[in-house]
């Protein structure tokens, strides 16, 4: 695993970001359906980090 350098304010938005995905949002940018959900697994694997290291945003 890989670690990455995020400045709060990027860490807060990627959280919202996170949290407002949802299948239809990134279906449009998948090739297709097992890709759409493989991109939102890899956003809720975000979503659960950023919430761990207090970006949890309600």
Same mark, same amino acid.
């Given at each position: 695993?890989?670690k =990455?350098t =995020?400045?709060?304010?990027?860490c807060r938005?990627?959280?919202?970001?996170?949290?407002r995905?949802?299948?239809?949002?990134?279906?449009?940018?998948?090739?297709? /359906?097992? /890709?759409?959900w493989?991109?939102?697994?890899?956003?809720?694997?975000?979503?659960?980090?950023?919430?761990? =290291?207090?970006y949890?945003?309600?």
């Open positions: 695993m890989s =990455i =995020i400045d709060h304010d990027t938005t990627l959280a919202q970001f996170c949290k995905s949802n299948l239809d949002r990134v279906r449009e940018f998948s090739e297709d /359906e097992e /890709e759409a493989r991109m939102l697994e890899a956003l809720r694997a975000l979503r659960s980090e950023l919430g761990r =290291i207090g949890n945003p309600r």
